[in-house]
């Protein structure tokens, strides 16, 4: 099974998911243990070859464990990883985007100190950049609960917890993936402040989401992103009037995804 999900289209409606309905206690094998690194301004394609590096471990451990539990041997536990960073600008395409979804050609990208990728997870365009927090789950769902769906949604209420922390009202708009402000039916400014777009292989993920703190919004200029034309993006800079640093929105953000996800945060080394 490998399947991609998207930045922008949720494949159906979705409810709010309260904090309470995480994932349930860690039964025997499973290992609700996250190696986080802060790894701090990294070029994109370095944590995207780190990504595949740690999808094939995992799949690889996947693939003996079968093969033990088969001939009645003891499976090893796989690992659950979590890369906190931020990228220099750029702009990724996702496997169902349009390249016409990108408004700058290759003297216009230069001219911005941006590059532009084209990536294996699902949803059209998106721009990451310095003042963005973005986090790269490689979690093996194995370990958690096997709903893709569900785990998107506990990744958008991590972030919707976060934002409530600095006094923000943030929610889901359905049939987009994501986090908004203006969220509800009728409002009239609905705005990203956070993107999603995830893979998953045999149940383990990659790629995750990006939380725009202190962004520059005008890349966004450059894009029709996730393709959407009618709603703003926003930052939580704007929308409070000043800078946050984005390492004390991370150290927000960890411990509700630990709670959400009934997991056991453990610092690690870059």
Known sequence: MSTSFSTCASPA????????????????????QVLV??????????TWEL????LAETLALKTQNRLAA????????????????EHPPVYTLG?????????????????????????????????HGPGQLVGYPIFDLDNFFTDIHR???????????????????????????????????GAPNPRKICALGVKCSRWVTMHGFALNVNTN????????PCGITDKAVTSLQRELGYAVPVAEVQERLMPHLATLFAADLISESA
Not at 37 to 44: F, I
Not at 98 to 108: F, I, R, S, V, Y
Not at 166 to 180: M, N
């Open 13 to 32: 409606a979705t409810p709010e998911v309260p904090p309470a309905a995480g994932a349930a206690p860690a039964s025997p094998g499973q290992s609700r």
């Open 37 to 46: 690194r802060r790894l701090g301004m990294v070029g994109y394609e370095t």
């Open 51 to 54: 990504q595949e590096q740690l």
């Open 70 to 85: 088969e001939a009645g041997q003891p499976v090893v536990a796989t690992p659950n990883h979590l890369l906190l960073c």
């Open 95 to 127: 496997k169902s985007g349009k390249p016409e979804h990108l408004l700058l050609d290759d003297a216009g990208l230069a001219a911005h100190g941006a590059t532009f990728h084209r990536i294996n997870r699902g949803g059209d365009i998106t721009f």
């Open 151 to 185: 785990y998107l949604r506990l990744l958008e209420e991590a972030v919707i917890l976060t934002l409530a922390d600095y006094g923000l009202r943030a929610g889901r708009i359905a049939g987009l993936t994501g986090v908004w402000l203006d969220f509800e039916e």
């Open 217 to 224: 919004l005008s890349y966004f200029g450059h894009i029709v």
